[in-house]
């Protein structure tokens, strides 16, 4: 069995589509709260509110962190994905992390970000431009089959 952690961006179904075309692999699927409004206020809805907005977002990325780094840490392949909206500033740790972990790294961006993450890619074992990108590396890592 392979276990996945998909990290970034959350405003597109990009994890949908690796799950469904890893239908039939033996992969197990795990991820960050992808319910942006969950995932920003968890710490004041869990831990209690904040005032200042600082304190409030910094709560929210500590409790976030705990299901974030085990899901880094057990992963055997991270894929993080960098889309065409929004800075992402936390898949991009999210990379680093795992780089630094020795996790297997794919990136998954467009081409318009393929300078600015030149530094990320090139601590990736591969770099893919489409979901279904990654289920064919995903397939032929652990069958070793081509796509057709």
Not at 1 to 10: C, D, H, K, P, R
Not at 80 to 99: E, L, M, P, S, T
């Amino acid at each position: 069995m392979l276990n996945v952690y998909l990290s970034g961006e959350i405003h597109t179904d990009w994890r949908e589509q690796i799950i469904d075309g890893a239908q039939g692999l033996d992969v197990t699927f795990h991820g960050p709260v992808t319910d942006h409004g969950a995932s920003d206020d968890c710490g004041v809805v869990i831990l209690g509110a904040e005032p200042d907005k600082y304190w409030h977002d910094h709560k929210g990325a500590m409790v976030n962190a705990i299901r974030t780094r085990k899901g880094i840490a057990e992963a055997d392949v991270v894929v993080v994905r960098f889309g065409d909206q929004y800075k992402q500033w936390n898949a991009a740790f999210d990379a680093g992390y795992a780089a630094a972990l020795g996790k297997s790294l794919i990136i998954l961006h467009g081409p318009d970000h393929a300078h600015a993450l030149k530094e990320v890619d090139a601590a990736a074992l591969a770099v893919a431009r489409e979901p279904a990108q990654v289920v064919d590396i995903l397939r032929y890592a652990m069958t070793g089959a081509l796509p057709k």
